[in-house]
């Protein structure tokens, strides 16, 4: 009698647990997915930006665009390998 109550507690907390942690899961998949969309659009428009490249043959402007666009590109790189491991 009492083992099957201590089972049915622990089957209550496991299913509690379980559940729990899915919902989190969820979560950071739904913000992964914006933050890799947001990441996208920022570089398209960086991208439309300078479609005449303008900024780029600029020296000082050039190299703090070059070095943005560098960081966008990392960023996107991480996440498109971050979504393909798993």
């Given at each position: 009698m009492?083992?099957?109550i201590v089972?049915?507690?622990?089957?209550?907390v496991e299913?509690?647990?379980?559940?729990?942690?899915?919902?989190?899961?969820e979560l950071l998949e739904t913000w992964v997915?914006?933050?890799?969309?947001r990441v996208n659009k920022v570089q398209q428009e960086l991208s439309?930006?300078?479609s005449t490249g303008h900024?780029?043959?600029?020296?000082?402007?050039?190299?703090?665009?070059t070095s943005i666009k560098e960081?966008?590109?990392d960023l996107n790189?991480?996440?498109e390998q971050e979504l393909i491991s798993e």
């Amino acid at each position: 009698m009492i083992i099957e109550i201590v089972l049915g507690l622990v089957i209550l907390v496991e299913s509690y647990v379980i559940w729990n942690l899915m919902r989190k899961t969820e979560l950071l998949e739904t913000w992964v997915e914006n933050f890799t969309d947001r990441v996208n659009k920022v570089q398209q428009e960086l991208s439309e930006i300078d479609s005449t490249g303008h900024f780029e043959s600029d020296d000082e402007v050039g190299s703090i665009f070059t070095s943005i666009k560098e960081v966008i590109n990392d960023l996107n790189n991480n996440t498109e390998q971050e979504l393909i491991s798993e």
